[in-house]
């Protein structure tokens, strides 16, 4: 995956892993040989932005391979991410997400919160959040 997303980073991921604390998880999604085809990972961070008291998780490192996408894996990934934050209670979901991929997000229901703005490695991005509902309770909240 790294040709994918992280040409910048090692190949063997490990930035991917760094950091993702007790409550952040790494997703792969796997082709029948076990090859991994996708990768999303979920951690415990404020974003650059005031935010509740919720509880708040940054998704990043989205990537799918280029001849796997348009197949729902990315949004498979997604979801897992956001099953994630709900185990673990409510909580504001925020990415910093590529232009190109934003529809991913807002389609999950996540709304912009910042105009588009340039990454001097990866690009243009805009920032995003969700509110994720914990078990039990009405979406929405916050
Ligand atoms: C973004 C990405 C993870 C989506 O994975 P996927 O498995 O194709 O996603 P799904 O099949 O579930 O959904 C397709 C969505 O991908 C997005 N997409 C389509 N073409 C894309 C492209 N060339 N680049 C980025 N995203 C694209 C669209 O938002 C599309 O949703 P839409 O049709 O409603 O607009 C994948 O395209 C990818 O790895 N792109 C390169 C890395 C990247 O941009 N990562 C996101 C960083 S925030």
Do not use: K
Request: charged share 20%; proline share 8%.
């Amino acid at each position: 995956m790294r040709q994918v997303l992280y040409q910048h980073l090692s190949a063997d991921g490990r930035e991917l892993r760094q950091g993702l604390g007790p409550d952040g998880a790494y997703f792969a999604a796997r082709a029948a040989d076990g090859e991994v085809v996708g990768t999303a990972t979920v951690r415990r961070q404020r974003p650059p932005w005031p935010e509740s008291e919720l509880g708040c998780f940054r998704v990043r490192g989205m990537a799918v391979a280029p001849g796997r996408r348009l197949a729902g894996i990315g949004s498979a990934l997604l979801r897992a991410c956001l099953a994630h934050v709900a185990e673990r209670g409510a909580g504001v979901v925020w990415v910093n997400a590529r232009v190109a991929a934003l529809g991913l997000y807002l389609r999950a229901g996540f709304q912009p919160v910042s105009l588009p703005w340039a990454d001097p490695v990866t690009g243009p991005h805009v920032s995003a959040r969700l509110v994720v509902a914990g078990p039990g309770q009405p979406p929405g909240i916050a």
